[in-house]
């Protein structure tokens, strides 16, 4: 019997993650197929359970549901219990795990598909939501020398810094002025066609910006590419979150360098 597999969401008709993992399933010779589900915002867990009823092998979960996923399962993996968040689910005997595998897909991203080395690098994270404490733990693994998360409330910083202690600090917009090897923008502005706040003082020619959204030159690229930083969107990290999930669900990790040359053809 072929396996199921979806992403739940609301919206979710612009996902690209059913023509990620049919990739990845031929590419694997993998038996199974993926869907889109669009689950009413007070309905996510009912449409869970009709999937799992339907003999749904695995999902992911994209907004507004991340946070309701992580209260769903009954398991968690490490990762997604420190983001508070999960973006994977995979349904067993043993019933509901949840991992979080965005930031896992960030670090792919920027170390093996644009070649960037962390270990040592200042890190700026733009944003203290959901996106931002998704992955400082993955990114504190690189051993970069440090992170700072620049919010405009800065107690929603201080906050998550505190969480994850050594090694992150938290401040204002204004506050960051100097430069930084790595500025990767975790906020939602990009979404609304805005641009954070920023100081062009956190962008050299050395600098790299990324921005998390995809599919579009954001404000944040064009405005870090105007003060000389090489630029990047977040495509690689979706299609790099994505091998993950598909990595936990059936054994096997395609190769997702073809899968993200597609889409940017």
Known sequence: MTDRYAVFGHPIAHSKSPQIHAAFARQ?????TYEAILA???????????FITAGGRGANVTVPFKEEAFRLAGRLSSRAERAGAVNTLRFDADG???DNTDGAGLVADLTRNLGCVLAGKRVLLVGAGGAARGVIEPLLAQQPAEVVIANRTVSRAQDLAALFGRGVRACSFDAADAPFDIVINATAASLAGELPPLSPRVFTADTLAYDMMYGRDTPFLDFARSHGAATA???GMLVEQAAEAFTL????RPDTAPVIAALRT
């Open 28 to 32: 694997t010779v993998q038996d199974m």
């Open 40 to 50: 009413p915002k007070d309905g996510f867990a009912d449409s869970v359970a009709a």
């Open 96 to 98: 509901i795990f949840g």
């Open 233 to 235: 969107d977040g495509l």
């Open 249 to 252: 669900w059936r054994g096997v």
